[in-house]
């Protein structure tokens, strides 16, 4: 929740490997999915290549517990060995050190989300934790292959409302503190030598400004400022000469755009721009900093080039597989490449790349079991709200199946402001299987769409936000294609916020309701949020509602004080260590519906935070909501 992410090609340029399909021959399609092919720990993910382009490393399971943790190999060899012990928690985020001999992990505590930076060693196993510090958040910030022995990462050590930036002496392991926060920055940027260049602050009337330093020694100037309502703008990086920063920038447009502004005057020249979808990042060259490519969402992933011999590679790439494609990981020298497509009605397939043979040599599914079944489809639809404005996004309709008169889940994305892009879902999927149209909304105040869009979200939690949940519930039943009495809602993080409040705002519209992690009273939500969120306070008072000044207006939308009209059941599941919707955030909800005879059903999680990561507590939820969902929705 809160979460602030074109050439003629001839055949013999190409190997491409019948590997893929390879698959659907040996294994015959099968109807039923198990919970497990769905929501089990993937066999392999997360692959990257090592700096020297010799090792891979992949995520996997070990010793049968499901628990992901870091493997290595050697390429063209069978010498796979797990490097990481973990059995309290999944590894989900790591990168190489450019001594090819160690790898950095980041880890939590049960989902308290207090990440700590780890150091092993892959041939010894080793393992150290860079940042030992009780209640404090670790991230990296810039890990560079020129400056091999320095990683410069940030720490909310010292004051745990906003982070400070330490570089990590790689020979020693020794934490220095390069860059204090004031108290009001809200991201750092380093140039190509690893300097504190820039910064982004929030100020207390919800702009932020974008301050640069011309040395080390000297004060901050300002180069551009933008508005909350232009928030999806950020720094991006330096060019290598330190003249000029690449900017996602919302400033004179509705849209997003990918700018590059003077570093001396704040002068800034439009890169690329859509009139209709938000650019997200950027692609760079490893020794020059040079734009390589970019890319954003429509439908769809849509890929921009800025360097013809990328290009080139990129798109013999594209040739390889099906699906939306992602470059995940390069060697130093930007020969080989680990390529991921990822595709609607299939497992993800992971890809090595070669650029100087041009040959691509197919590796693994990350969850090889999917191939046995046949999967459904994820179409992108459109509708016009109540208010006259579009909304998009996705319908999975069952296999074998007419999309009509179908009982239908509602099935809500989180942040809100993110959106939902199409892909696989195992969410969705499941309840394909099962025999429900699963209908995914990009409300307004979802991001993606232009900041006209994302605005029209402003301070519209339980209203127009949930108009439009309600208003894609009437067009799936117009179009003959969701049964008006069997619907069903559920989400996670916002979208089990939007779960309550479908129960308790619109008790009509839904037979049943299914609440991850959701809020269910905004006063003591925002009472509550992580100490690190504070340069973001004015944010949630515009976007949600002010705490000291509207508390009327927040209990209006807030399911717990409309509980009195929750007629329909309703499942509640919650993490314990959830930092940012705390438990009582579900209990409190639970017991409201206990009181006024409401079926309900609460599942606790007591080593989870927000959002279920362990394979065995995802599949004993899953079982539960399938269970639940056939109890109430046929």
Known sequence: ?????????????????????????????????????????????????????????????????????????????????????QKERDIVQYIWAFDNEHLFYIQDNNGDENYHIYKVNINTKETKDLTPFQNTRASFLSYEKHLPNQMIITLNMRNKKVFDVYKIDLKTDILILIAQNPGNIDSWLTDFSNNIKAATIAKPDGRYDALVKDNNNSNWRKIASWSLEEDRSKLLHFSRDGQFIYACDSRDSDTTRLVKINFKTGKTEVVFSDLNYDFDDIIKNQDTNELLAGYYQKEKKEWIFFNKKFESDMKLAMKLDTGDISLQSRDSQDKKWIIVFIKDNGPISYWLFDRETKKGEFLFYNMPELNKYKLANTEPISFISRDNIKINGYLTCPINKKCKNLPMVLFVHGGPWTRDNWGYNPVSQLFANRGYAVLQVNFRGSTGYGKNFLNYGNKQWGKNMQNDLTDAVNWAVSTGLANPKKVAIYGGSYGGYAALAGAALTPDIFCCAIDIVGPSNLITLLQSIPPYWSTGKYMFQKRVGDLETEKEFLQSISPLFHADKIKI????????????????????????????????????????????????????FYQAAEKFLTKYLG
């Open 1 to 85: 929740m809160f979460e602030k992410n074109y050439f003629k090609i001839t055949l013999f340029t190409l190997t491409i490997l019948i590997i893929p399909t390879v698959f659907y021959l040996i294994y015959p399609k099968s109807n039923h999915i198990p919970l497990k092919v769905l929501f089990g720990t993937p066999a392999k993910s997360g692959l990257k290549i090592s700096p020297d382009g010799k090792k891979l490393s992949y995520l996997a399971p070990t010793n049968g517990d499901g628990m992901r943790n870091i493997w290595v190999k050697t390429i063209g060899q069978d010498d796979d060995r797990a490097i990481t012990i």
């Open 569 to 620: 059941p309703v499942m509640v599941v919650q993490g314990a260590n959830d930092p940012r919707v705390k438990q009582a955030e579900s209990e409190q909800i639970v017991e409201a519906m206990k009181k006024n005879g409401v079926n309900y059903e609460y599942l606790l999680f007591t080593d989870e935070g927000h959002g279920l990561l362990k394979e065995v507590n995802k599949l004993k």
